[in-house]
């Protein structure tokens, strides 16, 4: 027969078997381990969303620069043609005074008492002159 080995205890004053405590997982590596992960993932969300905020404000700004640009040519060459067409009006205006100035001169040479034709040209002549300046004032105003 074979005699029965001797049971193992612990040291007086620990009431579980060696055996038993060597193979209890500590659970501090575990808890530590979570705490490491979940800041990690928060840091990483929060770099993240900085990320985007800046990309989304370059963007913006990008956008925001383009049609400012744009908005400005717009701008200029509507100004450019009305300059040019206030131009044009001008020098019709002017061609037309010239020639009514001419008329007249010639009517004043030629004026007998009979005629009374000059009155007719300078009521002419001074609405023309008065719709000269009113484009001066309104390209003044376009300036």
Known sequence: MSTPLPQRHAPAGSPEPIARRRSKPSVLPFVVLWIVLIGAGIAGSVLYVDHLRQRL??????????RIEAM???????????????????????????ALN??????????????DNSNKLYTQ??????????????LDVLK
């Not at 404000?57 to 383009?66: G, I, M, N, V």
């Not at 002549?125 to 309104?138: A, T, Y």
Request: proline share 0%.
């Open 57 to 66: 404000s370059e963007d913006l700004s990008r956008q925001t620069a383009t």
């Open 72 to 98: 400005q040519a717009d701008y200029t060459n509507q100004l450019e043609e009305l300059k040019k067409n206030y131009e044009e009006e001008m020098a019709k205006m002017q061609s037309k005074v010239e």
């Open 102 to 115: 001419e008329l007249l001169t010639f009517n004043k040479d030629n004026m007998n008492d009979k005629t």
């Open 125 to 138: 002549i001074s609405e023309l002159k008065k719709q000269l300046d009113q484009l001066k004032k309104n």
